[in-house]
């Protein structure tokens, strides 16, 4: 059974950082790229950044360029998301994906991050 879970969320201050983590299993992860995406209830779905397999190609949403970083350990079975610079805007549940976004086939159940003062 293919089980993702997003662990690291929380609330932090405008400027903060968090890391997010993403543990798999039930399937080979380093067959796989990872996406995150989120989910803000005023802005709905948006997707973050994605990983190819071997995590040397990365890509991130405008809106998060600069500030985080997607990056992987395939020893680990583990997807990271480090988000540096937060803003307010930045506030959702943040969910990890097996493969590239849009054609994701599973999904975590998220972490929610708070950036408030």
């Known amino acids: 059974e293919v089980q993702l879970v997003e662990s690291g969320g929380g609330l932090v201050q405008p400027g903060g950082s968090l890391r997010l983590s993403c543990a798999a299993s039930g399937f080979t992860f380093s067959n796989y790229p990872m996406t995150w995406v989120r989910r803000n209830p005023g802005q709905g779905l948006e997707w973050v950044s994605g990983i190819s397999e071997d995590g040397g190609s990365t890509t991130h949403a405008e809106s998060v360029k600069g500030r985080f970083i997607i990056s992987r350990d395939n020893d680990k079975n583990t997807l990271y998301l480090q988000m540096n610079s937060l803003k307010p805007e930045d506030t959702a549940v943040y969910s990890c994906?097996?493969?590239?976004?849009?054609?994701?086939?599973?999904w975590g159940q998220g972490t929610q991050v708070t950036v408030s003062s």
């Open positions: 994906a097996r493969g590239w976004y849009p054609g994701t086939d599973y």
